[in-house]
């Protein structure tokens, strides 16, 4: 095919001819010195077009990674709003898998206590957001199960530290509601909360 015109953009450069036109990578337009005004078979343009895009995903995709960890799901649909191309963003992620990159047992570990012992939410708000990042739920509940207790033993202090301005009278039905309707949005469970605040109240008045 005939190249036309060659546009460079901040990421890559833009081959133009009579057809269509054809995202490559700097490296590789210097690697086969594609210039305007040659002739390059279709194939090798498209081979070209191919290999351009998967090594801008996968270099958008580790910088994603040095920022912060993804799970599998996560980092899929975080290159998919920007590439929009199923199998591409499929290849990347597969292949930081294999690469060691990517592991969400890794990740589900560390995420679980997390949230647990640093964002101090109860399980059933733990595994809504262990879910939502696209984890797999036995995988979710491998991790949470041996975090129940902890997730237990955090309440009265959640209680105080959330909620400490709001308990002040054991009477005040309306503040008790306020308090467990706050707990049970953390993810705590109504009878732990509720046995929680009882302890309070008399640990209060003594």
Request: proline share 2%; glycine share 4%; with cysteine.
């Amino acid at each position: 095919m005939y190249i036309t015109e060659i546009i460079r953009t901040r990421a890559y450069y833009e081959v133009h001819t009579g057809d269509a036109v054809y995202e490559l990578d700097g490296s590789l337009m210097e690697q086969y010195a594609i210039k305007a005004g040659m002739h390059v078979p279709e194939e090798t343009l498209c081979t070209l077009h191919e290999q351009s895009r998967y090594r801008r995903g996968y270099r958008r995709a580790c910088h994603l990674l040095d920022e912060r960890d993804y799970s599998r799901t996560m980092l899929y649909r975080k290159l998919m709003q920007t590439y929009q191309d199923k199998a591409l963003c499929q290849k990347i992620v597969d292949a930081l898998t294999e690469e060691g990159y990517l592991n969400d047992r890794r990740y589900a570990e560390k995420l679980a206590e997390h949230l647990v012992e640093r964002k101090r939410y109860g399980i059933f708000r733990a595994r809504q957001e262990m879910l939502k990042r696209g984890l797999d739920k036995e995988l979710v509940e491998e991790f949470l199960a041996p975090l129940e207790e902890k997730a237990e033993e955090n309440i009265p202090e959640v209680l105080e530290r959330k909620y400490g301005r709001d308990l002040t009278d054991p009477d005040d039905l309306k503040a008790r509601k306020k308090v467990i309707a706050g707990m049970l949005r953390l993810g705590y469970d109504y009878r732990s909360v509720k046995n929680a605040i009882e302890d309070y109240f008399a640990d209060w008045e003594e």
